[in-house]
């Protein structure tokens, strides 16, 4: 069973950066595009940007220009770079590889972001 540990966040002022990684188990990491969710309190659970097992990026328009998705495959890790964050992007940070409007995996636990003053 495939197992998806997220790190990386904490509690960063506004404009501030974090990078984000997930490292997924198993050995079949390099066949599925992955993406990076986030869920805000008392909202749902939404896709924030995906990566393909070629590399090509896709984003949301509201973290175009600021957050950046990558893949080490040899490591079995997708990354999320975020720079110029802002109080909006606080919640907990999930990874998943997406299949259609769902995923595939079980999640994992994620990793808690907040952006304050």
């Known amino acids: 069973q495939v197992q998806l540990v997220e790190s990386g966040g904490g509690l960063v002022q506004p404009g501030g950066s974090l990078r984000l990684s997930c490292v997924v188990s198993?050995?079949?990491?390099?066949?599925?595009?992955m993406g990076w969710y986030r869920q805000a309190p008392g909202q749902q659970r939404e896709l924030v940007a995906t990566i393909a097992n070629d590399g090509v990026a896709n984003y949301r328009e509201f973290v175009k220009g600021r957050f950046t998705i990558s893949r080490d495959n040899a490591k079995s890790t997708v990354y999320l770079q975020m720079n110029s964050l802002e109080p909006e992007d606080t919640a907990v940070y999930y990874c998943?590889?997406?299949?259609?409007?769902?995923?595939?995996?079980?999640w994992g636990q994620g990793t808690q972001v907040t952006v304050s003053s």
């Open positions: 998943n590889a997406p299949r259609g409007l769902g995923s595939i995996f079980s």
């Open positions: 198993g050995n079949k990491f390099s066949m599925y595009g």
